[in-house]
């Protein structure tokens, strides 16, 4: 059995990216803001709602596919746009790319990846999903959309909560900002994870290939011109824009109020996501699987709601589910795998969460993802899960009678 195999959770390939990488960049991929308390709180209140399974259900046949955007994918499971993954594997992005198209699901490419929005459309043929953000120069803005059309990306995902980087302070430690320090300290610790270092050693330079012949030349002078490009100035209007000159599916990720998620629609919003940036941007925020039924009810159906956030598990994915979201988005998860073994490594993470996803269905009575509504989810609360029913629910998504539960 080989290593990637032995991996039984995402907990396991954590541990073997933990040994592949140099503390830094494990950091970089596991660290979030302040404190790190939205960053915990994504993973901790998954604890805090229990699954209601159904008897004598016929779970003979499982389905877990879901339709989106006029498709049906095998899974509900997405891969979350993460910037820079090229510097945890060799051409990082591509791996990605070519895992997603063989679990036959969609990859959300990040603007920030080491390589173009062309070269992961030709890494592999699968759905692929363009995240960006409105910069302060338009042009670029616009120039990034026109590219992913082209290079046939099926939908345009907008980011909204990242006005400026949040304060990453275990990257601000080891010195890995957007100046890269080199103290002999990091050196030592790349030169002991050798396997990282000589397949680094290998591959092409890294940039951010996207933004060559916007910024500097390499990839601290990009890294600072990007980070300069983030637009704090951004305005409802300024997703009106974006809508008009985008004419395939278009989503708005970094949502945790109701009331933005409806007004959204308005502005031709055809999907939300409901993220905290994996914890990384405002810290001290609700962790997303809190305040996902209330933005389902705001939209009343209108859009389909996914979520991101926290998730490591099968059960994570059933609970997000069942309080209303049409698929999530695995972002860590993902990069755990693709440290420890590039394109199989990710192949394993997606095949750990389906095979749970799966595994919980035949137990809890679910024949298909359609099944699961909030009436087979309770929020546990300091008595127990009888005073947490789902009958506590008020029409906003929130708890009324679950004493100490959220509010």
């Keep these: 059995m080989n290593r990637l195999a032995r991996a039984v959770s995402i907990d396991d390939l954590k541990r073997q990216a933990r040994a592949q990488l140099p503390k830094m960049l494990f950091d970089f991929v596991d660290g979030g803001s302040g404190d790190e308390a939205t960053l915990n709180a994504n993973y901790r209140r998954f604890q805090g709602y229990a699954l209601v399974g159904r008897a004598l259900n016929d779970v003979s046949r499982r389905d877990q596919s ?35 198209a063989a679990a036959g699901t969609v990859m959300m490419v990040s603007a920030g990846a080491t390589l173009s929005i062309e070269e992961v459309a030709e890494a592999a043929t699968g759905p692929k999903w363009l995240q960006l953000f409105l910069y302060r120069d338009r042009g670029i803005t616009a120039e990034f959309a026109a590219r992913a059309a082209a290079a ?3 939908a345009l995902c907008l980011t909204i909560d990242c006005p400026i980087l949040g304060l990453r302070e275990r990257d601000i430690r ?19 994870h050798p ?36 637009d704090p100035a951004v305005q409802w209007q300024d997703i009106e824009w974006l809508r008009s000159i985008w004419k395939g599916p278009f989503i708005i990720k970094g949502v945790l109020r109701p009331s933005d998620a409806k007004r959204l629609l308005t502005y031709g919003c055809d999907g939300i996501i409901v993220s905290n940036h994996g914890g990384r941007q405002l810290d001290h925020t609700l962790a997303t699987i809190d305040t996902l039924p209330a933005i389902v009810d705001a939209v009343e159906g209108r859009v389909p709601v996914l979520l991101d956030g926290g998730i490591r598990r099968g059960t994570d994915v059933l609970k997000a589910v069942a309080l209303g979201a049409s698929a999530v988005a ?56 009888e005073s947490c029913s789902v009958e506590s629910w008020d029409p906003a998504g929130h708890g009324r009678s679950c004493e100490g539960a959220v509010q």
């Design 152 to 154: 046939g990306y099926e």
């Design 174 to 192: 080891n010195g890995f900002t957007i100046n890269p320090r080199i103290t002999p300290r990091n050196a030592l610790d790349a030169c002991l």
């Design 330 to 385: 695995v972002g860590r998860s993902h990069l755990w795998g693709l440290a420890a073994g590039g394109a199989r490594g990710v192949e394993r993470a997606l095949e750990i969460l389906t095979a749970e996803i799966d595994s919980a269905m035949a137990i809890g009575g679910w024949s298909s993802l359609g099944a699961l509504t909030r009436d087979d989810i309770r929020i546990i609360g300091p008595r127990g899960p």
């Design 66 to 100: 879901v339709s989106l955007f006029g498709k049906t994918f095998p899974s509900p499971v997405f891969v979350a746009p993460t910037g820079s993954s090229g510097l945890l594997w060799p051409r990082g992005e591509a791996e990605v790319a070519r895992a997603c």
């Design 195 to 230: 396997g990282w270092w000589l397949r680094m050693a290998r591959s092409p330079r890294i940039t951010f290939r996207n933004f060559v012949g916007h910024g500097g030349g390499n990839i601290v002078d990009m890294a600072r011109y990007i980070s300069s490009l983030i």
